[in-house]
């Protein structure tokens, strides 16, 4: 049997999870100076919800053919990114247009992600057992600030993100590039997430798959613990 000497973890979903959209309505208008009653917020918030506004949030309830295309390419360049989910958000009509932009960038603020209960600990124990960690998501940003915000940065080795190369799960190449990153052949590397058609591709390169569920934090107190008991 093959020992997994090396962890690959998606991150919304994973080891974090993103606010709830009233929650990130109320501080975009926060940060924009912008007014609006409880019940406008609340509708507001509900609709963008819908729309698929929230990067790391529900899906599109319906997708505008408009923004189809950049749907299917939004992770593999940050103005892709950028592009589809202000566009999601503008069909929902808001007090001031900078609110869009606004909106877009409370998504990446480290304030706006919550980690896991068990996110630290667990990548703590790997780091002291030296199983090498590394973090690989389909996203549109550096989330590398948020990490550290958070406190898990020291204890991640490496951080693959697909913009920075193109790739998107579940292209089998940005599991191979991850395994490489860890310097470790793919039958030793452990791939950790939430989708299982996007990270559960790691085992098209011979990677194991352990899934788990998106739920909210306070509701998956010790989601991430299995991984200890699959890495020696």
Known sequence: ????????????????????????????????????????????????????????????????????????????????????????????PLPDPELYDALYERSRAAAAWQPYPDAAEVLAELHRRGVRTGVLSNIGWDLRPVLR??????????????????????????????????????????MVGDDRRADGGATAVGCSFLPVDPLPVDRRPDGLRPVLDLVG
């Open 1 to 92: 049997m093959t020992v997994i000497e090396g962890v690959l973890f998606d991150f919304s979903g994973t080891l974090l999870r993103i606010e709830s959209a009233e929650s990130w309505l109320r501080a975009a208008l926060t940060a924009s100076g912008t007014a609006m009653d409880d019940a406008e917020l609340v509708r507001s918030a509900a609709a963008l919800e819908r729309a698929g506004a929230l990067p790391g949030g529900s899906p599109p309830v319906e997708l505008p053919a408009a923004l189809a295309g950049l749907w299917e390419i939004r992770d593999r360049d940050a103005r892709h990114h950028r592009a589809l989910y202000t566009g999601l958000a503008r069909q929902v």
């Open 149 to 190: 915000a958070h406190g898990l940065a020291g204890h991640v080795d490496r951080c693959v993100l697909s913009y920075e190369h193109g790739l998107q799960k579940p292209d089998p190449r940005l599991f191979t590039l991850g395994c490489r990153e860890l310097g470790l052949d793919p039958s030793a590397v452990l």
